[in-house]
Structure formats: structure tokens, C-alpha cells
């Protein structure tokens, strides 16, 4: 366990099984409802898409995209290699509180596309009036799930040669389960 340091990209080992770190991070997770999904091509060009998303007990995040958009040409061509970041845009500057994610996305199919589904109504401000057919078949649009492998939270500003630098905490996605 180690603190952060610019030897270790400024992220902190050593907070990973505080409770109010953790706390903070499911109360991002819990709070938003948007998050942004960064994707990028198999040519190395990169791209970042904001979508409304639902997750599950195990943080699984699922949106539903258009089948052509770019994120998910991309999400198809780059073996579902993404990452997601959640946060509030309306916290002050210079007191970000964020969550971070790498891993893997997937379209889904059958069932799964009515399990996600189901989370997503529930979170919707204005009605979701679709069925899980309206993502299958010939639609334009399907459903996704992005599945975390690596989890970090916004850790606390330091101060290095009168500059701020950023941190991050690294979480184990077993103590941040929801």
C-alpha cells in the first residue's frame, strides 16, 4: 500500500479500503445518471461519448446506442476496450469527485437486453416506453454492458512545487459493490 506519487502516477494504494472513500465512490455511481464513455478506433483515434446509464449489483453499466454511432464502431472493432468515467459537473472547481472505470463493453442480446433495460426505466426522468424488441432484430439501436476490470475514485489534491496535482484511489470493485 503506498500513497500517491508522481513514481506512481499519482495513484494511492493506501486508501483503497478506507469506508468513506468507498462511500464516496457508490454515492457517484448512485447519483448520476450520465456518464462518459471513451472509446477508441482501431487507427488509435480516440473518442468520448456522453450516455445516460443504469447499473447493476455487480457495476455492470448498460446504455442503449445506435449500432453505426462512433462508440460503438469502435466498441466492435476494438474488442469492447473502453473506459467510463462518472462525475457531478456541478461541484466547484477544484473539487472534482469522480469515478473511473477501464474494462470491456458488449452488445447484448435476448434477455440481457431486457434486464438492461428494466434498469434503465427506473432511472429515466421522462418515460421509457420501449421493449426489449425495439433493440433486437433489425433495429438500429441496441443495447450494451460495460463491465469494469479496474476502479479508481478522485483522491485528494496535493500540493507539489507550489502546484496541485491530482490523485486517484484505487478501489478493489469487490468493496465498491453497491
Not at 478506433?41 to 445516460?52: Q, T
Request: with cysteine.
Amino acid at each position: 500500500m503506498e500513497i500517491a506519487t508522481a513514481t506512481n502516477g499519482w495513484v494511492n494504494t493506501a486508501n483503497s479500503q478506507n469506508a468513506d472513500v468507498i462511500r464516496q465512490a457508490q454515492g457517484i455511481i448512485a447519483n448520476n445518471i450520465y456518464c462518459t464513455l471513451s472509446t477508441c478506433s482501431v487507427d488509435g483515434i480516440p473518442w468520448v461519448s456522453p450516455l445516460f446509464f443504469a447499473f447493476d449489483d455487480n457495476l455492470n453499466i448498460y446504455w442503449s446506442s445506435a449500432i453505426a454511432s462512433q462508440h460503438s464502431q469502435n466498441l466492435y472493432s476494438n474488442n469492447g476496450r473502453a473506459a467510463i468515467s462518472i462525475f457531478n459537473t456541478t461541484f466547484p472547481e477544484g473539487s472534482p469527485e469522480g469515478l473511473y472505470f477501464s474494462g470491456v463493453a458488449s452488445e447484448l442480446d435476448g434477455d440481457d437486453t431486457e434486464f438492461g433495460l428494466q434498469l434503465l426505466k427506473p432511472r429515466a426522468r421522462n418515460p421509457i416506453n420501449r421493449t426489449a424488441v425495439d433493440y433486437l432484430n433489425d433495429s438500429p439501436r441496441r443495447m450494451y454492458r460495460f463491465e469494469p476490470k479496474e476502479a479508481w475514485v478522485t483522491g485528494e489534491r496535493i500540493s507539489v512545487s507550489n502546484q496541485l496535482v491530482d490523485t486517484r484511489v484505487c478501489l478493489s470493485l469487490i468493496d465498491l459493490k453497491i
